[in-house]
């Protein structure tokens, strides 16, 4: 009887899920287990490929989701490597990234009580900052990142499942991503557009401190001369662009919002941006913050 591996090329999908510690790697891996896809959790990195060519004890798995913990640059690399390894071999490999600002992942482990796995003699906004320098590359070359800081787990588990249920959407899949200009324009984006011109909470002491998240920025932003003129103006604006795009067959789009820093006025507008394009028919967006942190 001849044997085959737990993978294997046209038939498989394999999906590898890494993410900031804390940013929902487990809650990822619980929700695609319900909709029928089988889990690993935290695989060394080092033994993807080894596992993926094990023989199977009856057929061939039909999609291998296999969640990671990524302590060093070193397991890093190993993982950039064992994914090369399985696309080398045909197989289809999709990384998702899971991502949350550094006050909402301080604030998490703070809940939880349990110690950031980078943190040895560091304290947790350093542990925090090593960790994202080691999960870099990962991050650059991932096919999807969801930014987790406003979910909770019913978000997540919602996020992932309507994305790897298997059931395609029909329409166009948005991103709307803040940015800060003085980190640069992002070179992905379809469309850019400038809030610069909404007064700067940074100028606000009380505010300062505080992201674009949080509801006393949100209101002041949002409720600021011009704020939501702005945003009726720019969601009319991107109606016939979004039904150009499908008429096209584009699938997805990047609309990218950026302030000064990409932490007080455009995180605001990003979040409230998403939230009207998701009425729309036939649109699925998302917000995602590129520099919320790195400040």
Same mark, same amino acid.
């Given at each position: 009887?001849?044997?085959?591996?737990?993978?294997?090329?046209?038939?498989?999908?394999?999906?590898?899920?890494?993410?900031?510690?804390?940013?929902?790697?487990?809650?990822?891996?619980?929700?695609?287990?319900?909709?029928?896809?089988?889990?690993?959790?935290?695989?060394?990195?080092?033994?993807?490929?080894?596992?993926?060519?094990?023989?199977?004890?009856?057929?061939?798995?039909?999609?291998?989701?296999?969640?990671?913990?990524?302590?060093?640059?070193?397991?890093?690399?190993?993982?950039?490597?064992?994914?090369?390894?399985?696309?080398?071999?045909?197989?289809?490999? %999709?990384? @998702?990234? +899971? #991502? &949350?600002?550094?006050?909402?992942? $301080? *604030?998490?482990?703070?809940?939880?009580?349990?110690?950031?796995?980078?943190?040895?003699?560091?304290?947790?906004?350093?542990?925090?900052?090593?960790?994202?320098?080691?999960?870099?590359?990962?991050?650059?070359?991932?096919?999807?990142?969801?930014?987790?800081?406003?979910?909770?787990?019913?978000?997540?588990?919602?996020?992932?499942?309507?994305?790897?249920?298997?059931?395609?959407?029909?329409?166009?899949?948005?991103?709307?991503?803040?940015?800060?200009?003085? %980190?640069? @324009?992002? +070179? #992905? &984006?379809?469309?850019?557009?400038? $809030? *610069?011109?909404?007064?700067?909470?940074?100028?606000?002491?009380?505010?300062?401190?505080?992201?674009?998240?949080?509801?006393?920025?949100?209101?002041?932003?949002?409720?600021?001369?011009?704020?939501?003129?702005?945003?009726?103006?720019?969601?009319?604006?991107?109606?016939?662009?979004?039904?150009?795009?499908?008429?096209?067959?584009?699938?997805?789009?990047?609309?990218?919002?950026?302030?000064?820093?990409?932490?007080?006025?455009?995180?605001?507008?990003?979040?409230?941006?998403?939230?009207?394009?998701?009425?729309?028919?036939?649109?699925?967006?998302?917000?995602?913050?590129?520099?919320?942190?790195?400040?």
């Amino acid at each position: 009887m001849t044997s085959s591996p737990l993978v294997v090329p046209g038939k498989s999908e394999v999906l590898v899920v890494t993410s900031m510690s804390g940013a929902g790697r487990t809650t990822a891996g619980n929700a695609l287990e319900d909709i029928g896809w089988h889990v690993v959790e935290q695989l060394p990195p080092q033994m993807i490929e080894v596992f993926a060519s094990h023989d199977a004890v009856e057929a061939p798995i039909d999609r291998l989701a296999i969640t990671t913990l990524v302590t060093s640059a070193d397991v890093a690399e190993a993982q950039m490597r064992a994914i090369r390894g399985l696309e080398e071999r045909g197989l289809s490999v %999709r990384t @998702l990234f +899971l #991502d &949350a600002a550094d006050d909402i992942l $301080v *604030r998490r482990f703070e809940a939880g009580r349990r110690p950031h796995p980078f943190v040895g003699e560091l304290r947790i906004l350093e542990a925090i900052a090593a960790e994202r320098e080691v999960m870099e590359p990962i991050r650059r070359h991932a096919d999807r990142i969801i930014d987790t800081s406003t979910f909770n787990v019913h978000d997540l588990t919602r996020a992932v499942r309507e994305l790897y249920s298997g059931q395609e959407h029909i329409g166009l899949d948005v991103t709307v991503m803040s940015f800060g200009f003085k %980190r640069g @324009l992002p +070179l #992905d &984006a379809d469309i850019v557009a400038d $809030v *610069r011109f909404i007064p700067n909470p940074h100028w606000i002491p009380e505010l300062r401190p505080l992201t674009g998240q949080s509801e006393p920025v949100s209101s002041y932003v949002l409720a600021a001369e011009g704020a939501q003129e702005f945003l009726d103006s720019f969601e009319q604006a991107l109606k016939p662009v979004f039904t150009g795009y499908v008429r096209e067959n584009k699938s997805t789009a990047l609309i990218a919002v950026g302030c000064t820093g990409g932490k007080h006025r455009s995180v605001a507008t990003t979040i409230e941006l998403a939230h009207r394009l998701n009425q729309l028919p036939g649109v699925r967006a998302r917000a995602h913050h590129r520099d919320l942190g790195l400040e």
